[in-house]
């Protein structure tokens, strides 16, 4: 079958639908990225142009295929412990802090992907404010594919690389039978994270307060303008004197948020 080429037109359709949608810019460079990611969806549905796929994604007649396209053209790169940095001061300068309060300890993982940032996150919290401490960790991400695949659990053996050894013991259950050669996230430390499918690009309804939120490697994909607006909508979820985490290849240089650094990439709301 022969390949069926995106033209700019198409690109620039898709592009300003995931601005519109995600908030996600597409630079120029990511058309043979849309081409390939799309262009297998379209042969899988046996579709003669990518102008046919948008028409069928914009129309609001399958959200099915929508949410298809969204989860396409999103990047998930993500593992156990990325920038292992952040959960070290995580758990020595943050934690003893936040952890002699009385009400529940809120943290979120706000672009979680498939789920190891929540539950490296989880992780940290059993073990320094304890495994029946009351706390919580809410995880959500725009796709509802990674969503389904962070609340089983289940990772490849060869993806866990990250997770301390004791972590690994403690938390940890090696996948036997038709699991073999997986990792699952013990059932009790899992029923501690909660995920939901959460778009930072529209007003965040009943997420509520936390202490600490992770918005890791995911404002990279947004331009000035929404980086501002997403960042000032995850802020004010903040409890005061909260905890704003961002990747550390992220800035918010020049966005003047009522934000305090404690330190490159780590702020804190006042
Ligand atoms: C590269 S992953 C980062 C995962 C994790 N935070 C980490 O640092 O490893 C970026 C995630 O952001 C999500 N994302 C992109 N735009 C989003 C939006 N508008 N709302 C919520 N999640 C979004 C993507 O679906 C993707 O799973």
């Known amino acids: 079958m022969s390949e069926i080429l995106i033209s700019q037109d198409e690109f620039e359709q898709f592009r300003a639908l995931m601005r519109r949608v995600a908030g996600v810019d597409l ?21 003669g142009s990518f102008g046919e796929y948008y028409r069928i994604v ?6 099915h295929e929508y949410e298809r396209m969204v989860d396409l053209l999103t990047t998930h790169e993500t593992y156990f412990f990325r920038e292992p940095r952040h959960f070290d001061y995580l758990s020595d300068a943050v934690l003893p802090q936040l952890s002699r309060g009385s009400r529940p300890l809120r943290v979120w993982s706000a ?6 940032e929540a539950y490296s996150l989880a992780m940290v919290l059993a073990d320094r404010v304890g495994a029946d401490a009351h706390w919580e960790v809410f995880a959500s991400d725009i796709s509802r594919e990674v969503v389904e695949k962070a609340r089983a659990g289940v990772y490849a053996m060869n993806r866990i690389d990250g997770i301390p050894p004791d972590y690994l013991r403690r938390f940890c259950l090696r ?8 990792l699952q996230v013990d059932p009790a430390l899992r029923r501690r994270v909660r995920f939901d499918q959460v778009n930072l690009n529209e007003a965040l309804v009943g997420v509520g307060e936390f202490d600490v939120v992770f918005l890791r490697n995911v404002l990279i994909y947004f331009d000035l303008p929404t980086k501002r607006r997403i960042v000032e909508r995850v802020a004010r979820q903040l409890r005061p004197g909260g905890w704003l985490f961002i990747g550390h290849s992220e800035s ?13 990439t780590v702020y804190r709301r006042s």
Do not use: H, I
Not at 58 to 63: E, L, V
Not at 175 to 182: K, Q
């Open 58 to 63: 914009s129309g609001g007649k399958d959200p």
């Open 27 to 47: 630079s120029p460079q990511k058309k043979s990225l849309v081409s390939g990611r799309l262009g297998r969806r379209l042969r899988a549905l046996g579709l």
């Open 252 to 264: 918010l240089n020049g966005l003047d948020l009522a934000l305090r650094q404690e330190r490159p």
């Open 175 to 182: 996948g036997v039978g038709s699991r073999e050669g997986t």
């Open 111 to 116: 672009a979680s992907s498939s789920g190891e």
